[in-house]
């Protein structure tokens, strides 16, 4: 279960890649602006500020993200990202940190690209820190005798679960578009008694936390902690630097 406000507790550094990512967008007034993966809505509000005349879609397969988009006045809806089709009329298809979890993507944005007017924008953003310290000590923690019997079924993301950006690069061209594609790593400055674990809680962790008790919860959280206190060491001012790596592509069907 997602967590809007455990998410939002760092949307100033999640927020950063989608600017990032929108500002290679050169749509200029798009009909359709899709945001697949509108988490609680925070971003989406942007679409509509940067493309007023447009119609906003918001899709997320969060109840509770959807909600907390509502709340904002985002018209969101509940759904299947990988079972989007676009309306005949979008000029604009973002995914902001979505397709990691979703299995063959890379399939899913060539069959998106052939869908497409031509013309039309498809932006996406994915986390590349999946064999990051942070990542390799879920994994190490969910496996170890007092949590795997109730996490043996979880699929833990590892590094090949998303493309490098010559990967996606590749796969869109093919498809028959014009790709700007590119990897960033952000060097996030994180405080706190537990930065990297906050952050991961909101993200990595959702599915460990909705599958453990209470109790279990708590007893892998402070497992897991000197595990991310030793790869993360917090500075003496208090300051924890968490590098996190992020892929970008941005295709225009030709």
Not at 86 to 114: C, F, M, S, Y
Not at 118 to 142: I, Y
Not at 174 to 194: F, I, K, M, Q
Not at 223 to 244: M, S
């Amino acid at each position: 279960m997602w967590d809007p406000g455990t998410y939002l507790e760092f949307a100033d550094h999640r927020g950063r890649p989608f600017f990032d990512l929108l500002a290679r967008v050169g749509a200029e007034a798009p009909r359709r602006v899709v945001d697949l993966g509108c988490g609680p809505g925070n971003l989406t509000a942007v679409l509509a500020k940067r493309w007023p005349d447009a119609v906003i879609e918001a899709v997320d397969s969060s109840p509770e993200m959807v909600a907390a988009a509502r709340e904002r006045g985002i018209d969101a809806v509940l759904g299947d990202v990988a079972a989007w089709t676009p309306k005949p009329d979008t000029d604009v298809v973002l995914t902001n940190a979505v397709l990691q979890w979703i299995p063959g993507h890379t399939e899913l944005l060539r069959h998106w690209a052939g869908q497409l007017a031509p013309g039309s924008w498809l932006a996406m953003q994915v986390p590349g820190n999946f064999d990051a310290p942070s990542h390799r000590a879920v994994r190490a923690v969910a496996k170890s005798p007092e949590f795997a019997a109730d996490l043996a079924d979880l699929r833990f993301r590892g590094p090949d679960i998303v493309e490098d950006p010559a990967g996606y690069a590749a796969a869109l061209t093919d498809a028959g578009c014009s790709v700007d594609a590119w990897e960033t790593t952000y060097l996030h400055e994180l405080r706190g008694a537990t930065p990297v674990l906050d952050w991961i809680t909101g993200t990595a962790l959702t599915e460990v936390r909705a599958r453990l008790s209470p109790q279990q919860w708590e007893a892998f959280r402070q497992t897991i902690i000197p595990l991310l206190d030793q790869a993360y060491p917090p500075r003496p001012d208090g300051v924890t630097f968490f590098p996190f790596r992020r892929v970008f592509t941005v295709a225009q069907v030709r």
